[in-house]
């Protein structure tokens, strides 16, 4: 029990063993009333001159008073023990709770209604109305967006899955860079001119050579 409740309780016993009269007194309620203003007061004693008199509550004995006292003992124990219980209860209730939590499976999250999957969402929408071609850095920004709306909108163990199925893509990937051949002058190739035909020589002497067709050529 919560040192709270034990306070609670031994204040509850001091006020209400206080409160009785001590063993040898006897109790008595006496009314009385003033013949002049009518006022009435009530007093365990005697009433003042003037007044009338009328006993509300009759004078009781040592063994009545003991009685009282007793069943007034026994009264505040059982309210001690009801407290006391409740107290365990209580206790016990908050014991279980905690368990409960504890052992509870986590809360799954809509990520699919969340206000970031909705923004992600209007974003995407804002970059598809703004793609006026094909290029490649028009198509960064869309797949970027993509990206965002499936993290933002399955959460980050269902984006870890639509990223293994995901083919990649030329923004995962190494940009094949083109690189053009170097550029020569082109130089015409010089035309050789024909070789002359051998002449063919009938006869020679020690000066000229004389062909077929009668020329001669110095020798």
């Known amino acids: 029990m919560k040192p709270r409740t034990h306070t609670l309780i ?15 007194a006897q109790a008595q ?4 009333t003033d013949a002049a203003t009518g006022k009435v007061t009530y007093t365990d004693g005697k009433c003042a001159s003037g007044t009338t008199v009328r006993e509300v509550e009759a004078r009781k004995t040592p063994q009545e008073i003991q009685q009282e006292r007793e ?10 023990q009801r407290l006391q219980a409740e107290a365990t209860a209580a206790e016990t209730e908050s014991r279980r709770n905690t368990q409960r939590d504890q052992t509870a499976p ?11 999957c909705a923004r992600s969402r209007r974003n995407l929408d804002v970059v598809l109305s703004s793609v006026t071609g094909g290029g490649y850095e ?14 933002d909108c399955l959460g980050p163990q269902g984006y870890a899955e639509v990223e293994k199925s995901r083919p990649r893509s030329t923004s995962t990937t190494t940009p ?3 690189v053009p051949p170097p550029h020569y002058p082109v130089r015409p190739t010089p035309v050789q001119p024909p070789a002359p ?5 009938t006869q020679c002497n020690v000066f000229r050579c004389y062909d077929a067709q009668g020329n001669s050529y110095p020798r």
Request: glycine share 4%; charged share 25%.
């Open 10 to 24: 031994a204040g509850l016993c001091v006020v209400f063993l206080g409160a009785l009269p001590p063993l040898g």
């Open 29 to 32: 309620v006496v009314r009385c």
């Open 71 to 80: 069943e007034a003992a026994e009264a505040l124990a059982r309210k001690q």
């Open 106 to 116: 986590a809360k799954t999250t809509d990520y699919a209604r969340s206000p970031e």
């Open 138 to 151: 028009q198509n960064l920004r869309v797949e970027a967006a993509q990206r965002q709306v499936d993290l």
């Open 176 to 178: 094949v860079v083109v």
């Open 197 to 201: 035909t051998p002449k063919k020589f």
